[in-house]
């Protein structure tokens, strides 16, 4: 049997959670027959079948579930190992992998890179706005600036402001519709929210959304009255908001990094950055500049 090696357990890795080919493939950026040919390669390797193969894609074998708990522990000190590395490095240059919201980035972000490129011309910034969460154990992200009321315990950093909500319209629909509004909510409210229930009882819900760039359309579109941050709904000119003063939110901006990382001279760059970015506005965050419609 030939030695394993790390690169064999990386695809192995990725083959056992994604369960297909195309979908370990496309975690790893490489073609889906490149993983194939590296799972036979690797069952020759160890005389051993690892996987059981179906249309629905790839199952371990008893064999291959034993090799996947060793893989496991692996890869957390090869994790471990690359964030060391990384965390002591003092260089204000290379590579630095930053992943905010797409709203946060589009609304507070964005405008403001410039500075940060200028200041930091040798960092290669990567900024990713998926709108799932990265995994900063596993160095998909350096850095976070992310929405949360509570952040995992292996990430470090601070909360800078709590987010403030309004009840957002336009005023056409308004004018139209005050004497009996309907709603927008997200797809995973139930059948109404707390909002609704208290300000509006006997709205209909006239759409249901996954997004908040969408639900911010759909407002100014003239389908209702919906809840929005205030950074979303007093940035967009189409929208105005209620005067209903709504409780101030239990999540924050957050702007964090992995523990390990906290000495990384242009992790340390990107945070101070960050702070600084929505630090300055906190006024538009809380809502304080907001054009309210009477009620």
Known sequence: MQSLNWDDLRFFLALSRYKTATHAGAYLGVNHTTISRRAKALESSVNTRLFDRSNGGYALTQAGDNLFKHALEIEDLVQSIDRDIFGRDSQLSGRLKMTIAHDVAERLVLDHLKEFHKAYPHIDLELLTTTSLMNMNTREADIALRLTPKPPEYLVGQEIVRLQHGLYTSSPYWLENSAAPSVILYSDSSTSSQWAN????EAKVSMRVDDVCTMSHAVAGGMGVARLPCYIGDTDSRLRRLDIKLDESSWGIWVLNHVDLR????????????????RKQIPLIKGENSVFIPV
Not at 198 to 201: C, E, K, Q, W
Not at 263 to 278: K, M, Q, Y
């Open 198 to 201: 208290t300000h509006f009882p």
């Open 263 to 278: 000495s990384t001279a242009r992790v340390r760059a990107a945070r101070d950055f960050l702070v600084s970015v929505i």
